[in-house]
């Protein structure tokens, strides 16, 4: 990579301490020489990173944001955002499947879990032995999360199971599921571990893009979760993931903030060589223009998301900073992607450049964990009840 | 098994390197260092051993005071502790280089010293073989493989001319290339370890002064190729040129 591709992300960020750095260069060094070389691949063959996972977990990258005692790294929640940015620079795939197991199949485990749940799940689950995936969303429940209609019935020390999950990313390869479902009095949260019986895959998803991430169906038919799998009290299930997404975004903000990024590193070389009438792109002002409002929201998305995950690292509450974070790098990442694909040219529009890749990869951070437009609710709703 | 390796710093083969203002250096400016490849296989080659036959790995790096975060690097990758002679500038041939080295090696503990064959910036290859014969070492030059057992290693030598297998009495000196062993990315762990695993900091002697670089220029571009013709009618002219002015067919 030309190293002007790097002058718009090497300015001193006061967010990021000694520590970061560190973790910023060791991820960004793998990520650049192991994980973007086998992007393309994934992509188009719909293959699952499972080399990189397996790398990923021998450097620690599994557990970034956990105590080193449950398995982590011992590293911070900016930590855990800066190696999401720096993969999916490279590669969106990769990135959501770390995304999705730290912070919706792990964190509640470490933020909720009781100690037997965290002494049988969390140290496999931080030390990446284990995948771990988080089973929300619904045929019928989407934004809607109280709209649940899987169901758990209390049967002695168990409860039993059954309705059907989509969208479950890791759902495949997981040891464990995290699951919402609908008891007597609210929205109750258990661990269920893959191999329960009952549990069995539905439907693998072909999408527009994170090809080779595993977005799976999975079905629940009387499947029996042993109370001590629950995951907070009765009924308290809703609010605990609500707590999770709010911390989850901005880790999907991150990686739209890495995706964008990752189209500026190769559309500023592209400016720079290629040539037409007789001057290089960088010299049209059309393409300064846009090189220029490029850098501006990327600049803007990585100081708001490195903020939100800076005040979850002080233990404050996030959704209103992380709403924000996730719902403007998202829509950036679209823009900016966009006009790298209009800077390139045909160029940009094939498969000989990655841009078209990250377009496609990009769009999934305007829905997943919220969408823009449950975002902008999340947002206003906070606004007007501050001045109520 | 006591294993010390010699490891440099040098600018990151993927930086563009333009020569300074003053003409007998390179422009720093932007440009990224690494260990050079060939020590990191060292590197990585020690920590295969020492988790193979216990030891310890000692790492010696002599380069200016912003080595460390190279020198770091291979603490984090699992090297036990490491000397750095501080380099504060001046121009050194590959004898000096070798003194400087071999004086601080001597009198510690060391059944393998390790090099990589060459760095990718000076690219002499001189180094590690003048250090095994300043310490009076065997040593085995360009090793693509290296098992030690009973106090003995055997080890491939690879050049142009095919595999050499020789085996040596320990303790002895390798320098080492390509296809000898991966190099690993360190761990989280490993970099938050190396902070606090021994660095010992010795101000390297000053330059003697026996080598002076008058000029540094960057290589000529290279010109385009040349179509000599299609088909085979191309043939005769190609074959002419190829012999006469190429001088690579007789």
């Known amino acids: 990579m030309s190293p002007l591709a790097d002058i718009t992300f090497s300015e001193p960020i006061p967010f990021l301490q000694e520590q970061h750095l560190e973790v910023r260069e060791l991820i960004h060094r793998y990520a650049q020489e192991q994980v973007k070389p086998r992007a393309a691949r994934l992509d188009e063959e719909k293959v699952f990173p499972h080399d990189t996972v397996a790398e990923l977990a021998e450097m620690g990258m599994l557990g970034v944001p956990f105590p080193e005692e449950v398995g982590g790294a011992g590293l911070d929640y900016l930590s855990y955002i800066l190696v999401i940015e720096e993969l999916a620079r490279v590669c969106g795939t990769t990135s959501i499947t770390v995304a999705a197991h730290t912070s919706l199949g792990t964190n509640p485990i470490y933020q909720f879990g009781t100690d037997l749940q965290k002494e049988k799940y969390l140290r496999k689950l931080a030390t990446g032995e284990m995948l771990g995936a988080f089973a929300l969303t619904e045929p019928g429940a989407g934004s809607d999360a109280r709209a649940s209609k899987t169901t758990a019935v209390r049967d002695g020390d168990d409860w039993i199971v059954n309705g059907v999950k989509v969208y479950c990313t890791n759902g495949t390869h997981a040891g464990t599921v995290i699951l919402t479902t609908k008891t007597e009095n609210g929205i109750t949260a258990f661990i269920a571990e893959k191999s329960f019986p009952g549990i069995s895959n539905g439907t693998l998803e072909d999408k527009l893009g994170l090809r080779g991430s595993d977005t799976r169906e999975l079905v629940f038919e009387d499947v029996r979760i042993p109370d001590e799998n629950r995951v907070g009290e009765e009924g308290g299930g809703f609010k605990r993931f609500m707590m999770t997404l709010d911390a989850g975004r901005i880790s999907i903000g991150a990686m739209a903030l890495g995706l964008a990024q990752g189209a500026l590193d190769v559309a500023l070389p592209y400016a720079i060589e290629r040539k037409q009438f007789g001057q290089t792109l960088g010299q049209f002002g059309a393409i300064q223009e846009r090189l220029a409002d490029m850098a501006v929201k990327i600049h803007t998305a990585r100081l708001t998301l490195y903020h939100a995950a800076a005040l979850k690292d002080e233990g404050r509450h996030v959704a209103y900073a992380g709403s924000i974070g996730k719902l403007y790098a998202s829509e950036i990442a679209m823009e900016v992607i966009d006009s790298a694909i209009q800077i390139m040219g045909g160029n940009g529009f094939t498969r000989e450049y990655p841009v078209e890749r990250m377009f496609r990869d990009a769009k999934l951070c305007e829905i997943g964990e919220g969408t823009s437009e449950v975002q902008r609710l999340v947002i206003s709703r906070m606004m007007l009840k501050s001045v109520q | 098994m006591d294993i010390i390796v010699c490891m440099k710093r040098v600018p990151d083969s993927a930086a563009k390197i333009t020569v300074a203002g003053d003409a007998k250096s390179i422009e720093q400016d932007g440009v990224d260092h690494v260990i050079s490849p060939y020590d990191e296989i060292a590197v990585e080659k020690a920590l295969q051993l020492k988790e193979a036959h216990g030891g310890t790995v000692t790492v010696v790096c002599l380069g200016v005071a912003a080595a460390t975060k190279e020198i770091r690097q291979a603490l984090a990758m699992g090297a036990d502790q490491a000397v750095h002679l501080k380099d504060a500038g001046g121009n050194r041939g590959p004898l000096e280089i070798a003194q400087a080295l071999a004086g601080v090696i001597k009198g510690r503990a060391c059944d393998l010293l390790l090099f990589g064959k060459q760095s990718i910036d000076a690219d002499n290859g001189a180094v590690g073989v003048m250090v095994a014969r300043l310490l009076d070492l065997p040593v085995v030059s360009l090793v693509a493989q290296l098992d030690v057992a009973d106090g003995r290693a055997t080890v491939h030598r690879q050049s142009e001319v095919g595999t050499e297998v020789i085996e040596v009495t320990l303790p002895a000196a390798f320098t080492v290339q390509r296809g000898l062993a991966e190099p690993r990315y360190p761990k989280i762990k490993g970099i938050m370890q190396a902070k606090k695993k021994p ?43 190829l012999s006469q002015e190429a001088k690579v067919l007789s």
């Open chain 2, 199 to 241: 660095l010992e900091e010795i101000d390297a002697p000053a330059p003697a002064g026996t080598m002076a670089l008058d000029k540094l220029e960057p290589p000529a571009a290279r010109e385009g190729g040349r179509i000599v013709g299609e088909g085979k009618d191309a043939v005769g002219e190609l074959v002419r040129l």
